[in-house]
Structures are given as C-alpha cells and as structure tokens.
Nanobody, 126 residues
Framework: QVQLVESGGGLVQAGDSLRLSCAASGRTFSTLKMGWFRQAPEKQRELVAGINRFGGTYYLGSVKGRFTMSRDNANNTVYLQVNSLKLEDTAVYYC????????????????????WGQGTQVTVSS
C-alpha cells in the first residue's frame, strides 16, 4: 500500500507561483512512478506532469515552461513547482502513484495509477 498526502495549494493571483508537495509512505518511494493530475469543476481529471523512476518527466502542453515536477527520493516526496499561474489553472490537484510496469514509463491515464492522494485546491484569481 502507498499513502499520498498533498499540500501547498491555496488562493493566489494570476502570475503568482506555488509549490505543491506530495509526501508518500508505505512503499519504497524510488520504485514509484508519480503523476500530478488536476480536475477543474465539470471537467475530466487530466495529467499535468509525470515523472518516472529515473527522473524523466512529461508535461501537458499547456503547462510546459511554467510547471516543473521533481522528486526527492531521500525524503519520499514529489514536488510540482507552478509558476506564472493562470485563471485556467484553477483546479484540485491530485498526486498519484503507480508501482507496477516499466521503470521508464510515465503513465498518462487516470486508470493507470494505483494510488491517489486526497487533493489540494489551487484557486487563481484575477
């Protein structure tokens, strides 16, 4: 089992930055593939960033250059640095983990992830 706890969300103004954190426990963290998803009201949950076991990353096109995902295996934590926030970034951000599969893969779909956090709200105002 893997437990995930997100933190770092909040109410910010457009153009501001936040750093979201996801602390993992229960399994050897370095073996996990991790993802940050977001879900806005009445929209489907989408992957904004993912990281494989070796630090390789994936980003949704609309966040490239603004969001940076990283992992700290020593502290069992992944981060999502979100810069230049836009109104359309408003959503609940979820951390997810997948244990199985190739170490090089970065799963893209909700159904591919086995463990989820409870989410942290990010609200961007004008």
């Amino acid at each position: 089992q893997v437990q995930l706890v997100e933190s770092g969300g909040g109410l910010v103004q457009a153009g501001d930055s936040l750093r979201l954190s996801c602390a993992a426990s229960g399994r050897t963290f370095s073996t996990l593939k991790m993802g940050w998803f977001r879900q806005a009201p009445e929209k489907q949950r989408e992957l904004v960033a993912g990281i494989n076991r070796f630090g390789g990353t994936y980003y949704l096109g609309s966040v490239k250059g603004r969001f940076t995902m990283s992992r700290d295996n020593a502290n069992n934590t992944v981060y999502l640095q979100v810069n230049s926030l836009k109104l359309e970034d408003t959503a609940v951000y979820y951390c997810a983990a997948r244990l199985t599969g190739s170490a090089f893969d970065i799963p893209r779909e909700v159904r591919e992830y086995e463990y989820w956090g409870q989410g942290t709200q990010v609200t961007v105002s004008s």
